[in-house]
T-cell receptor, first 112, second 113 residues
């Protein structure tokens, strides 16, 4: 059973600080990695995707991928109260992303 | 470009009944995936359709089925509903032409009484 592991949190970060969210996965063949943000009562919203080792930056968000360690992370710089949500790590099974396995999510709380 | 749409948004059914949920993907997206989300189990993959064919399937009983039409719209059916089927059912679409990012619809909240 392929798995995606995340710390459930809650992770509490002061406003303006960097929030660091981590995820490990079991499928060595995975090639595609995603981060979704989900507000309570809403559907998941795609915020980052990464396919190659290294860092990928988009605004205040940076995704980091290390395939050798089977580890993917999301950094949120200058955290805002509106970033308070559950962050879901998702990993494509095998070489295709047609089947995606989700972690259980990390609840992030930004305190003013 | 319009996003993924799902209908209905809310549904209340009785045990033993069946239900059909509908999903219209983003224009140009050929793949539709269905997920079940519950507080206890999180987001679980049901199945994925591409070009009217089921390409992947999760670990759900045969009461859960789906199909995809030639215009990429998809339906999901659950027969003989059980109380445990109460959940948020989400559909996501992607292009599947090298760009694999999935975009979710707003979901259908199903309550089984």
């Amino acid at each position: 059973q392929k798995e995606v592991e995340q710390n459930s949190g809650p992770l509490s970060v002061p406003e303006g600080a960097i929030a660091s969210l981590n995820c490990t996965y079991s499928d060595r063949g995975s090639q595609s990695f995603f981060w979704y943000r989900q507000y309570s009562g809403k559907s998941p919203e795609l915020i980052m995707f990464i396919y190659s080792n290294g860092d990928k930056e988009d605004g205040r968000f940076t995704a980091q991928l290390n395939k050798a360690s089977q580890y993917v992370s999301l950094l949120i710089r200058d955290s805002q109260p509106s970033d308070s949500a559950t962050y879901l790590c998702a990993v494509g099974e095998g070489s295709s992303a047609s089947k995606i396995i989700f972690g259980s999510g990390t609840r992030l709380s930004i305190r003013p | 470009k319009a996003g993924v749409t799902q209908t209905p948004r809310y549904l209340i059914k009785t045990r033993g009944q069946q239900v059909t949920l509908s999903c219209s993907p983003i224009s140009g997206h050929r793949s539709v995936s269905w997920y079940q989300q519950t507080p206890g189990q999180g987001l679980q993959f049901l199945f994925e359709y591409f070009s009217e064919t089921q390409r992947n399937k999760g670990n759900f009983p045969g009461r859960f089925s789906g199909r995809q039409f030639s215009n990429s719209r998809s339906e999901m059916n659950v027969s003989t509903l059980e109380l445990g089927d109460s959940a948020l059912y989400l559909c996501a679409s992607s292009q599947q032409t090298g760009e694999d990012e999935q975009y979710f619809g707003p979901g259908t909240r199903l309550t089984v009484t």
